[in-house]
């Protein structure tokens, strides 16, 4: 079975920066819409960034203008550029693909078991 495997994750001050990264385990078609999402204890899980299949990105408002998403499609890999992190960033963070039909063709969802962030102050 096919996961998402997420890296980058780790330690820092506030104000730093992190880059997550987001692959499949083994090469696949992977035509997704890609989510990073992420979850403190105690917190709900929330949606932090998308990028669809033809590259248009949204953003939470929380990370707006410090958070950018992108995707390599040549090394089918999303990334999450974090930048300014603030306390409040420290989560598990983890990316998931929205099933759904991409130029006709079908690719099922799929799921990563996260990095973790801890941004200290």
């Known amino acids: 079975q096919v996961q998402l495997v997420e890296s980058g994750g780790g330690l820092v001050q506030a104000g730093g920066s992190l880059r997550l990264s987001c692959a499949p385990s083994r090469s696949i078609f992977m035509p997704n819409t890609m989510d990073w999402y992420r979850q403190a204890p105690g917190n709900q899980r929330e949606l932090v960034a998308t990028?669809?299949?033809?590259?248009?990105?949204n953003y939470a408002d929380s990370v707006k203008g410090r958070f950018t998403i992108s995707k390599d499609n040549a090394k089918n890999t999303v990334y999450l550029q974090m930048s300014s992190l603030k306390s409040e960033d420290t989560a598990l963070y983890f990316c998931?693909?929205?099933?759904?039909?991409?130029?006709?063709?079908?690719?099922?969802?799929?799921r990563g078991q996260g990095t973790q962030v801890t941004v200290s102050s």
């Open positions: 998931y693909a929205r099933a759904g039909y991409y130029s006709g063709r079908y690719s099922p969802e799929y």
């Open positions: 990028i669809t299949n033809l590259g248009t990105t």
